[in-house]
């Protein structure tokens, strides 16, 4: 059984900064790749950060610049730091994983969210 739990959401002023974590917990072989997605009232979720072994990390182009995605592996975490937030930031903020279980082959994986709200 494999668990992603997000953490760091809440409300922020527009400027402000937010961190969020999420921890993959389990019988986990190997993580190719860990990533956040938003998904906002009315809208589809996006991508906002994901890294990936082997290659360079990937961004929304909105956020490029504010955003920062990075990865403990030792941990099986990745962060999401933001900053200059904005209130069109504002969503559900979810973590993804793509990794492999003992036994089993690559699969995604998803936390259950976490809110984020950027408001004065």
């Known amino acids: 059984q494999v668990q992603l739990v997000e953490s760091g959401g809440g409300l922020v002023q527009p400027g402000g900064s937010l961190r969020l974590s999420c921890a993959a917990s389990?019988?986990?072989?190997?993580?190719?790749?860990m990533g956040w997605y938003r998904q906002a009232p009315g809208k589809e979720r996006e991508l906002v950060a994901a890294i990936t072994s082997g290659r360079p990390t990937n961004y929304a182009d909105s956020v490029k610049g504010r955003f920062t995605i990075s990865r403990d592996n030792a941990k099986n975490t990745a962060y999401l730091q933001m900053n200059s937030l904005k209130p069109e930031d504002t969503a559900v903020y979810y973590c993804?994983?793509?990794?492999?279980?003992?036994?089993?082959?690559?699969?995604?994986?998803w936390g259950q969210g976490t809110q984020v709200t950027v408001s004065s």
């Open positions: 389990g019988s986990i072989l190997s993580i190719n790749a």
């Open positions: 993804n994983a793509r990794l492999a279980q003992y036994g089993r082959g690559y699969g995604d994986y």
